[in-house]
């Protein structure tokens, strides 16, 4: 079996409320292609703003250039916070339980409190995997997440397997 070192960046807040409080609105300096008249802009992307003198396309003044398409690669979580706040708490089946397209995540701890991560099976055959990460205060490995096959587990199983073995829904 192959040990895997995965990133700690996919869900570092505690609750919804704190995700959105960090997020804020980011504000970008923009320029226009056309004309060159440079303005601030909040909340939105330079390249979603229209001048205001000629009506040309902006994009941001630290990119100096003629501008080009934006594409941006998103990923599930960023989709989320494109789609919003309800959106986002329909991923949360209830506090402490996270909905991804093929896994249920059950956190033991915020990933915040490990240095490195690697994932490990508890069990193949029932589709149950650990996230295991090193502890920043203790340096010894400890499970941070549990994570259960969508095809093989329901919410209430998951929730007696938790009680079951010792485990905790936060």
Not at 25 to 38: A, D, H, L, N, V
Not at 124 to 138: D, F, P
Request: with cysteine; charged share 30%.
């Amino acid at each position: 079996m192959t040990e895997k070192i995965i990133d700690t960046g996919e869900w570092p807040y505690a609750s919804i409320d704190e995700l959105l409080d960090a997020m804020g609105e980011q504000t970008y300096r923009c320029s226009c292609i056309k004309c060159g008249y440079t303005m601030t802009v909040t909340g939105k992307h330079c390249t979603d703003v229209k001048c205001p003198k000629c009506g040309g396309d902006m994009r941001r003044a630290s990119r100096p250039g003629p501008g080009q398409p934006v594409v941006r690669p998103v990923s599930g979580l960023q989709r989320a916070f494109q789609l919003g706040r309800e959106h986002l708490e329909k991923r949360l089946l209830e506090p402490g339980i996270e909905v991804g397209p093929n896994w249920y995540r059950v956190r033991q701890a915020p990933p915040g409190n490990y240095s490195r991560f690697r994932m490990g099976w508890i069990s193949r055959s029932k589709g149950i995997r650990a996230v295991y990460g090193r502890s920043k205060k203790t340096g010894k490995a400890e499970v941070q997440s549990l994570m259960f096959d969508k095809k093989k587990w329901t919410v209430s199983q998951i929730r007696k397997w938790i009680k079951d073995h010792g485990f905790k829904i936060t």
